[in-house]
């Protein structure tokens, strides 16, 4: 079957750093995307990772290893206003999506 | 960017009746939109896919009958949800694929909140 897994809730300070794993089984693999959702929200798009390797783009980047089916999205110099819910969704065979149950992220000062 | 629209934000409403949310394209021509529904501190769940003028495609355990999918241009689509009762209170939200890049990046719009009384 397709699943996605990542963790429920992490907890972090403001300024530091913080990875959200996601591990993924799928049947094919078309890219696995990161979402962001605060609460209340519809999902606003982070990232795409198709090819093995680290994505940067300003505070966030994403790392994809295609081998072991996992990704992180890592989140620098913390701000308040990250605290969010992290989604990560892989591309399946039809280039369906398979969504996890989101990361809670919550940020304290 | 691709601009995602969807009407009502929030609709409360009587067991029994039946609502409509749309579902809209502002900025460019959707060859396919999603249809997704999100319980609370759960994940999307994708309820069916739709594209322009063809029957929509439903996602296994929805009811098409009960769940009405209309796809009638590139930039609208609606969902009906008939004769709805409590369980249906849910997060609906809609995405669609603008099929301008190659990993299609799905746009959503900014969900609507239906409560049945």
């Known amino acids: 079957g397709q699943n996605i897994d990542q963790p429920t809730e992490m907890t972090a300070t403001e300024g530091a750093i913080v990875q959200i794993n996601c591990t993924y089984q799928t049947s094919g693999f078309n890219g696995l995307f990161w979402y962001q959702q605060h609460a209340g929200e519809a999902p606003t798009f982070l990232s795409y990772?198709?090819l093995d390797g680290l994505e940067e783009k300003g505070r966030f980047s994403s790392f994809l290893s295609r081998s072991k089916g996992y990704s992180y999205l890592l989140l620098k110099e913390l701000q308040m206003k990250d605290s969010a819910s992290y989604l990560c969704?892989?591309?399946?065979?039809?280039?369906?999506?398979?969504w996890g149950a989101g990361t809670k992220l919550i940020i304290k000062p | 960017g691709a601009v995602v629209s969807q009407h009502p934000s929030r609709v409360i409403c009587k067991s029994g009746t039946s609502v409509k949310i749309e579902c809209r394209s502002l900025?460019?021509?959707?060859?396919?939109m999603f249809w997704y529904r999100q319980f609370p501190k759960k994940s999307l769940m994708l309820m069916a896919t739709?594209?322009?003028?063809?029957?929509?495609?439903?996602e296994q355990g929805v009811e098409k009958d009960k769940f009405l999918i209309n796809h009638a241009s590139l930039t609208l689509s609606t969902l009906t949800v008939t004769s709805a009762h409590p369980e249906d209170s849910s997060f609906y939200i809609c995405s669609a694929d603008t099929g301008q890049n190659s990993y299609n990046e799905q746009f959503f719009g900014p969900g609507t909140r239906l409560t049945v009384l």
């Open positions: 969704a892989a591309s399946d065979s039809n280039y369906q999506l398979i």
């Open positions: 990772n198709v």
């Open positions: 900025d460019f021509q959707a060859t396919t």
């Open positions: 739709s594209n322009e003028g063809s029957k929509a495609t439903y």
